[in-house]
Protein backbone atom coordinates (compact mmCIF):
# COMPACT_ATOMS: atom_id res chain seq x y z
CA UNK A 1 0.00 0.00 0.00
CA UNK A 2 1.42 3.20 -1.14
CA UNK A 3 1.48 5.23 2.17
CA UNK A 4 4.10 8.00 4.00
CA UNK A 5 4.23 7.04 7.26
CA UNK A 6 5.42 9.22 10.42
CA UNK A 7 6.47 7.92 13.85
CA UNK A 8 6.09 8.46 16.42
CA UNK A 9 2.28 9.65 16.06
CA UNK A 10 2.16 11.57 19.46
CA UNK A 11 5.31 12.77 21.70
CA UNK A 12 5.04 14.61 24.83
CA UNK A 13 8.80 16.04 26.14
CA UNK A 14 10.99 18.44 27.70
CA UNK A 15 12.39 22.09 26.55
CA UNK A 16 16.23 20.97 25.38
CA UNK A 17 15.45 17.65 24.45
CA UNK A 18 17.00 16.81 21.10
CA UNK A 19 14.34 14.85 19.09
CA UNK A 20 13.91 13.08 15.91
CA UNK A 21 10.57 12.50 13.79
CA UNK A 22 10.71 9.70 10.99
CA UNK A 23 9.25 10.41 8.05
CA UNK A 24 9.05 7.41 5.21
CA UNK A 25 7.54 7.27 1.79
CA UNK A 26 7.40 3.72 -0.26
CA UNK A 27 6.21 5.77 -3.63
CA UNK A 28 9.68 6.57 -5.15
CA UNK A 29 8.61 10.17 -4.84
CA UNK A 30 11.12 12.80 -5.51
CA UNK A 31 10.07 15.43 -3.36
CA UNK A 32 9.40 15.34 0.09
CA UNK A 33 8.22 18.33 2.52
CA UNK A 34 7.64 18.70 6.42
CA UNK A 35 4.63 21.18 7.67
CA UNK A 36 3.41 22.11 10.91
CA UNK A 37 -0.17 22.50 11.25
CA UNK A 38 -1.48 25.24 13.94
CA UNK A 39 -5.19 26.61 14.68
CA UNK A 40 -6.04 29.55 12.83
CA UNK A 41 -2.93 29.20 10.79
CA UNK A 42 -3.20 25.77 8.61
CA UNK A 43 -0.09 24.31 7.62
CA UNK A 44 2.91 25.85 7.16
CA UNK A 45 5.79 24.15 5.17
CA UNK A 46 9.36 23.64 7.31
CA UNK A 47 11.39 22.68 5.00
CA UNK A 48 11.39 20.88 1.73
CA UNK A 49 13.21 18.34 -0.32
CA UNK A 50 12.93 18.22 -4.07
CA UNK A 51 15.44 15.32 -4.65
CA UNK A 52 18.50 13.35 -2.13
CA UNK A 53 20.47 15.68 -0.95
CA UNK A 54 18.73 19.09 -2.02
CA UNK A 55 17.05 20.51 0.80
CA UNK A 56 15.21 24.15 1.36
CA UNK A 57 13.45 26.35 3.54
CA UNK A 58 10.48 26.86 3.34
CA UNK A 59 8.51 29.18 5.65
CA UNK A 60 9.17 28.21 9.07
CA UNK A 61 12.11 27.01 8.92
CA UNK A 62 13.83 28.22 12.48
CA UNK A 63 14.23 25.91 15.12
CA UNK A 64 14.51 23.13 12.74
CA UNK A 65 16.69 21.00 10.82
CA UNK A 66 16.65 18.04 7.74
CA UNK A 67 17.95 15.49 6.00
CA UNK A 68 17.90 13.57 2.89
CA UNK A 69 20.33 10.87 2.53
CA UNK A 70 17.66 8.13 1.01
CA UNK A 71 14.87 9.18 -1.30
CA UNK A 72 12.20 7.00 1.06
CA UNK A 73 13.25 8.94 4.32
CA UNK A 74 13.18 12.90 5.29
CA UNK A 75 13.43 13.13 8.95
CA UNK A 76 12.66 16.18 11.03
CA UNK A 77 15.25 17.03 13.66
CA UNK A 78 14.31 19.52 16.55
CA UNK A 79 17.68 19.98 18.51
CA UNK A 80 16.67 22.22 21.42
CA UNK A 81 13.07 21.90 21.32
CA UNK A 82 10.97 25.20 22.60
CA UNK A 83 7.27 25.12 23.56
CA UNK A 84 6.46 27.68 21.11
CA UNK A 85 7.33 23.96 18.72
CA UNK A 86 4.22 22.89 20.38
CA UNK A 87 2.72 21.54 17.11
CA UNK A 88 0.99 18.93 15.04
CA UNK A 89 3.66 17.92 12.26
CA UNK A 90 2.46 16.42 9.00
CA UNK A 91 5.16 15.04 6.35
CA UNK A 92 4.48 14.90 2.50
CA UNK A 93 5.78 13.25 -0.30
CA UNK A 94 5.06 13.74 -3.78
CA UNK A 95 6.38 12.99 -7.66
CA UNK A 96 8.21 16.11 -7.90
CA UNK A 97 7.32 20.46 -7.66
CA UNK A 98 3.18 21.03 -8.65
CA UNK A 99 2.54 17.38 -8.13
CA UNK A 100 -0.29 16.64 -5.23
CA UNK A 101 1.45 15.59 -2.39
CA UNK A 102 0.53 12.66 0.08
CA UNK A 103 0.35 12.96 3.38
CA UNK A 104 0.98 10.83 6.41
CA UNK A 105 -1.46 10.78 9.50
CA UNK A 106 0.93 13.52 11.85
CA UNK A 107 2.59 13.90 14.63
CA UNK A 108 1.38 15.52 17.72
CA UNK A 109 4.43 16.96 19.58
CA UNK A 110 4.25 18.78 22.96
CA UNK A 111 6.95 20.44 24.20
CA UNK A 112 6.90 21.06 27.80
CA UNK B 1 4.38 37.00 -2.67
CA UNK B 2 2.34 33.83 -3.52
CA UNK B 3 -0.36 33.12 -0.60
CA UNK B 4 -4.09 31.30 -0.61
CA UNK B 5 -7.10 33.25 1.39
CA UNK B 6 -9.85 31.38 2.79
CA UNK B 7 -12.38 34.14 3.70
CA UNK B 8 -14.62 31.59 5.82
CA UNK B 9 -13.26 29.88 8.95
CA UNK B 10 -16.28 28.10 9.42
CA UNK B 11 -19.37 27.18 7.49
CA UNK B 12 -22.00 25.40 8.60
CA UNK B 13 -24.97 24.13 6.16
CA UNK B 14 -27.96 21.51 6.20
CA UNK B 15 -27.29 18.07 4.77
CA UNK B 16 -28.46 18.33 1.49
CA UNK B 17 -28.14 21.53 0.53
CA UNK B 18 -25.26 22.82 -1.80
CA UNK B 19 -21.86 23.84 -0.65
CA UNK B 20 -19.11 26.57 -1.67
CA UNK B 21 -16.51 26.89 -0.25
CA UNK B 22 -14.07 30.09 -0.98
CA UNK B 23 -10.70 30.11 -1.97
CA UNK B 24 -8.46 33.35 -3.96
CA UNK B 25 -5.12 33.17 -4.64
CA UNK B 26 -2.20 35.37 -5.09
CA UNK B 27 0.71 33.88 -7.43
CA UNK B 28 2.37 35.47 -10.66
CA UNK B 29 2.78 32.87 -13.07
CA UNK B 30 -0.27 29.76 -13.90
CA UNK B 31 -1.25 28.32 -10.49
CA UNK B 32 -1.27 25.04 -10.11
CA UNK B 33 -3.97 24.59 -7.46
CA UNK B 34 -5.48 22.10 -5.23
CA UNK B 35 -8.43 21.37 -2.44
CA UNK B 36 -7.57 19.15 0.19
CA UNK B 37 -9.69 17.51 3.03
CA UNK B 38 -8.69 16.99 6.10
CA UNK B 39 -10.93 14.67 8.89
CA UNK B 40 -10.64 15.25 12.37
CA UNK B 41 -7.35 13.59 13.70
CA UNK B 42 -6.37 12.10 10.42
CA UNK B 43 -4.10 13.90 7.55
CA UNK B 44 -5.34 15.39 4.80
CA UNK B 45 -6.50 13.93 1.78
CA UNK B 46 -6.37 15.63 -2.68
CA UNK B 47 -9.95 16.14 -3.29
CA UNK B 48 -8.82 17.70 -6.82
CA UNK B 49 -6.36 19.80 -8.70
CA UNK B 50 -6.00 22.15 -11.39
CA UNK B 51 -2.99 22.63 -13.69
CA UNK B 52 -4.33 23.89 -16.78
CA UNK B 53 -6.91 23.44 -19.50
CA UNK B 54 -10.54 22.84 -18.68
CA UNK B 55 -11.56 25.19 -15.89
CA UNK B 56 -14.09 23.53 -14.14
CA UNK B 57 -12.74 20.68 -12.87
CA UNK B 58 -14.10 17.67 -11.06
CA UNK B 59 -12.73 15.93 -8.05
CA UNK B 60 -13.36 12.42 -5.85
CA UNK B 61 -16.38 12.40 -3.79
CA UNK B 62 -18.65 14.61 -6.04
CA UNK B 63 -16.72 18.30 -5.72
CA UNK B 64 -16.17 19.97 -8.04
CA UNK B 65 -13.70 23.70 -8.63
CA UNK B 66 -13.86 26.38 -10.69
CA UNK B 67 -10.81 28.24 -11.36
CA UNK B 68 -11.55 31.93 -12.36
CA UNK B 69 -8.09 33.60 -13.59
CA UNK B 70 -9.76 37.42 -13.75
CA UNK B 71 -11.12 36.57 -10.42
CA UNK B 72 -8.04 34.83 -8.78
CA UNK B 73 -10.36 32.38 -7.42
CA UNK B 74 -11.10 28.75 -7.29
CA UNK B 75 -13.59 28.19 -5.52
CA UNK B 76 -14.96 24.43 -4.02
CA UNK B 77 -18.55 22.80 -4.77
CA UNK B 78 -20.83 20.04 -4.01
CA UNK B 79 -24.22 20.36 -5.07
CA UNK B 80 -26.01 17.97 -2.08
CA UNK B 81 -23.55 18.05 1.24
CA UNK B 82 -23.40 14.82 3.28
CA UNK B 83 -23.36 14.52 6.70
CA UNK B 84 -19.52 12.74 6.22
CA UNK B 85 -18.49 15.88 4.70
CA UNK B 86 -17.99 17.53 7.58
CA UNK B 87 -14.57 17.98 7.78
CA UNK B 88 -11.57 20.83 7.62
CA UNK B 89 -11.30 22.06 3.96
CA UNK B 90 -7.97 23.46 2.67
CA UNK B 91 -6.63 25.62 -0.31
CA UNK B 92 -3.03 25.55 -1.71
CA UNK B 93 -0.83 26.68 -4.23
CA UNK B 94 2.00 24.92 -5.59
CA UNK B 95 4.59 27.42 -6.86
CA UNK B 96 8.14 25.27 -6.00
CA UNK B 97 6.84 25.80 -2.02
CA UNK B 98 3.34 24.77 -1.10
CA UNK B 99 0.98 27.65 0.32
CA UNK B 100 -2.16 26.29 1.73
CA UNK B 101 -4.67 28.74 3.06
CA UNK B 102 -6.01 28.47 6.89
CA UNK B 103 -8.59 26.37 5.70
CA UNK B 104 -12.70 26.37 6.50
CA UNK B 105 -14.16 24.01 8.85
CA UNK B 106 -17.52 22.56 7.55
CA UNK B 107 -20.31 21.39 9.99
CA UNK B 108 -23.18 19.90 8.45
CA UNK B 109 -26.40 19.37 10.18
CA UNK B 110 -29.02 16.98 9.83
Known amino acids: EAQVTQNPRYLITVTGKKLTVTCSQNMNHEYMSWYRQDPGLGLRQIYYSMNVEVTDKGDVPEGYKVSRKEKRNFPLILESPSPNQTSLYFC???????????FGDGTRLSIL | AQSVTQPDIHITVSEGASLELRCNYS??????LFWYVQSPGQGLQLLLK??????LVQGIKGFEAEFKRSQSSFNLRKPSVHWSDAAEYFCAVDGNQFYFGTGTSLTVIP
Open chain 2, 50 to 55: YFSGDT
Open chain 1, 92 to 102: ASSLGVYQPQH
Open chain 2, 27 to 32: YGATPY
